[in-house]
């Protein structure tokens, strides 16, 4: 899995980026990000031993060149973050078929596992406090929490391990999970948000936890433009309820207005409490996504 997430050159450019969280600020931990607390400073505080995944750029040289031993500089008010990766693993992701020509470059969840080792890696690579979580309808399958950019390996063996299928409670899946994390930090939300039950109250619990929220709300380009006409018997993944249509141009206005209604009302619920929000369809490279459209809301910097 590892040589069909990254290559050498997208790997540097991750490499150089790292999470941002405005409001939280709780590391136990001495990292690698500097607090923005007025009156902090960040002198040199101490010295630990080097350990496997450290960061080469905080190794003490100078007293390498004496002891033959490497040491890491600590300074004084440089915190880890509290990183969570929530990414879906519900049925409704497991699409388009991956046996279909699109299904292979448009699949949301192969996108989806694709985001998140991305994210993960930016986050170990930065001695983040990294949680990844994937949401099923049979209860999450967790990895973590871990730090240290040795552990991205393990991380890409569990996203593969994982699998779409069934119908989850996404807003049930998020509260459950306000009250398993040990502290807050900056959760990061993949999903199609395709649930029966809505997400807002999952949303809020995590909110009310003290988390810096973003979703990422992933939607393949036939689901924002359905290329669909005629007579047409339309299944649910989750659910497999069937349903007889005829799809005809004002059919497809229909669907055109209620799907940007939809997107409006997520856009407006998120701005309300502050979180983070950005829809993308799968035909974007994940990398881009990254790189690009996460930096400009300023997730990553």
């Known amino acids: 899995m590892a040589e069909k997430l990254f290559d050498e050159k997208t790997l540097r450019k991750l490499e150089q980026l790292r999470l941002v969280a405005n409001r939280v600020r709780a590391g136990a931990i001495k990292g690698e990000r500097r607090s923005t607390r007025r009156g902090t400073s960040v002198e040199f505080a101490d010295y630990r031993n080097y350990t496997r995944g450290d960061d080469l750029r905080r190794l003490d040289w100078n007293i390498y ?38 299904g292979r470059d448009t699949h949301k969840f192969t996108y989806g596992q694709r985001l998140a080792a991305g994210l993960g890696h930016i986050a170990l690579t930065t001695g983040d406090h990294l949680t990844v979580v994937g949401l099923r309808a049979d209860g999450p399958q967790v990895w973590g929490p871990m730090r240290g950019r040795g552990r991205t390996l393990a991380l890409l063996d569990f996203l593969e391990d994982v699998r779409p299928g069934g119908l989850t409670d996404l807003s049930a899946a998020l509260r459950d999970w306000s009250l398993r994390m040990a502290r807050p930090g900056l959760v990061l939300i993949v999903s199609d948000l395709l649930s029966p039950t809505g997400f807002e109250t999952g949303l809020d619990a995590l909110l009310g936890r003290g988390a810096e929220v973003a979703v990422i709300h992933i939607l393949a380009p036939d689901e924002t433009n359905p290329p669909l006409a005629g007579d047409l018997s339309l299944v649910d993944t989750e659910t497999r309820h069937q349903q007889d249509v005829t799809i005809d141009a004002p059919m497809r206005e ?17 701005a309300g409490r502050g979180v983070h929000y950005l829809m993308v369809e799968t035909s974007v490279p994940w990398e881009e996504l990254i790189l690009f459209d996460l930096r400009r809301l300023q997730v990553v910097k």
């Open 254 to 270: 229909l669907y055109a207005q209620r799907f940007l209604a939809w997107r409006e009302q997520i856009g407006a619920f998120c």
């Open 65 to 102: 060149a004496r002891l033959e031993r490497p040491f890491i500089k600590l300074l004084e008010e440089e915190e880890d973050l509290s990183v969570q990766i929530l990414f879906d693993a519900s049925g409704s992701m497991d699409w388009p078929d991956l046996n279909s020509g699109a």
